[in-house]
């Protein structure tokens, strides 16, 4: 399974642009789906997962800023990022499982991850 991330870049403080992330596999739906991040010089961190069925879940940080979402159909999973900061700026990665979970060591999948700069 390949994962595609995409729709990065240098925004302003107060953007809301859109993530996306493809898969090349056929079984993507049966998949979890994850976003996480990495901001220099910080660990990486969950972001947002979401269950094939469409439940999902949020680091409470982000809660009411940022929805996950996918199209099962186009092998897609969205990442709508609203009033982004500039804390948010981060390298954002895809990646999927098998459990439902917020848990990194359980995705074994991982996209290349696509750069969000957030100017002020």
């Known amino acids: 399974v390949q994962l595609q991330a995409s729709g990065g870049g240098l925004v302003q403080t107060g953007d809301s642009p859109r993530l996306s992330c493809v898969s090349s596999g056929r079984t993507f739906s049966i998949y979890v789906v994850g976003w996480f991040r990495q901001a220099p010089g910080k660990e990486r961190e969950f972001v947002a997962a979401?269950?094939?069925?469409?439940?999902?879940t949020y680091a409470d940080s982000l809660k009411g800023r940022f929805t996950i979402s996918r199209d099962n159909a186009k092998n897609t999973v969205y990442l709508q990022m609203n009033s982004l900061k500039p804390e948010d700026t981060a390298v954002y990665y895809c990646?999927?499982?098998?459990?439902?979970?917020?848990?990194?060591?359980?995705?074994?999948?991982w996209g290349q991850g696509t750069q969000v700069t957030v100017s002020s």
């Open positions: 979401i269950s094939y069925g469409g439940a999902s």
């Open positions: 990646a999927i499982a098998r459990s439902f979970s917020a848990t990194q060591g359980l995705y074994d999948y």
